[in-house]
T-cell receptor
Framework: SQTIHQWPATLVQPVGSPLSLECTVEGTSNPNLYWYRQAAGRGLQLLFYSVGIGQISSEVPQNLSASRPQDRQFILSSKKLLLSDSGFYLC????????????FGPGTRLLVL | QKEVEQNSGPLSVPEGAIASLNCTYSDRGSQSFFWYRQYSGKSPELIMFIYSNGDKEDGRFTAQLNKASQYVSLLIRDSQPSDSATYLCAVTYPVEYGNKLVFGAGTILRVKS
């Protein structure tokens, strides 16, 4: 069966510090991968998605970036965090090709102070 | 712009009653429709999906889709306090869009014992 991991689970960072969040998927190959952010009391905002290694599509202009160095690894980064970057970051995957159902990881709660 | 609208609630129902959650979407090109449940502080979990007009039942849950009216709903029969959560409606678009999901902001459901 497939599982998705995210770490860290929680993170408190000062404004201006760098960020690296990691997501890995097990039990499948060539998944589509997605990064979402959920601000407190808000809906899910799609940040990036990837259909393959090195292929990243950005949905929202911001100070975040994403990379996919391996088939089942997806990384969200920032060089300098802003207060507005606080939120709940969720990674999700679907099967590649016609797969549509997205399954979410446990999430990373980020607080920027 | 593709939009998904949900009443934010909270929707309060007594234990044992039927909870009815509604969702409308803007793009007639939408192909697949999903309901996720999100407990406070947790990541969304899939309840069910529906592709075709009509009803789809899974245990106490029934999804209803009306593509002509661009409307999808979720009925929860015999509601339990454990059903108290935020319910997210999501709509997906074709492969050329990376199988992206567009989420509504969610409806808060409270089941009173």
């Amino acid at each position: 069966s497939q599982t998705i991991h995210q770490w860290p689970a929680t993170l408190v960072q000062p404004v201006g510090s760098p960020l690296s969040l990691e997501c890995t998927v097990e039990g499948t190959s060539n998944p589509n991968l997605y990064w979402y952010r959920q601000a407190a009391g808000r809906g899910l905002q799609l940040l990036f998605y990837s259909v393959g290694i090195g292929q990243i599509s950005s949905e929202v202009p911001q100070n975040l970036s994403a990379s996919r160095p391996q088939d089942r690894q997806f990384i969200l980064s920032s060089k300098k965090l802003l207060l507005s970057d606080s939120g709940f970051y969720l990674c999700a995957w679907t099967m590649g090709g016609a797969g549509e159902t997205q399954y979410f990881g446990p999430g990373t709660r980020l607080l920027v102070l | 712009q593709k939009e998904v609208e949900q009443n934010s609630g909270p929707l309060s129902v007594p234990e044992g009653a039927i909870a009815s959650l509604n969702c409308t979407y803007s793009d007639r090109g939408s192909q697949s429709f999903f309901w996720y449940r999100q407990y406070s502080g947790k990541s969304p979990e899939l309840i069910m999906f529906i592709y075709s007009n009509g009803d789809k039942e899974d245990g106490r849950f029934t999804a209803q889709l009306n593509k002509a009216s661009q409307y999808v709903s979720l009925l929860i029969r015999d509601s339990q306090p454990s059903d108290s959560a935020t319910y997210l409606c999501a709509v997906t678009y074709p492969v050329e869009y990376g199988n992206k999901l567009v989420f509504g902001a969610g409806t808060i459901l409270r089941v009173k014992s």
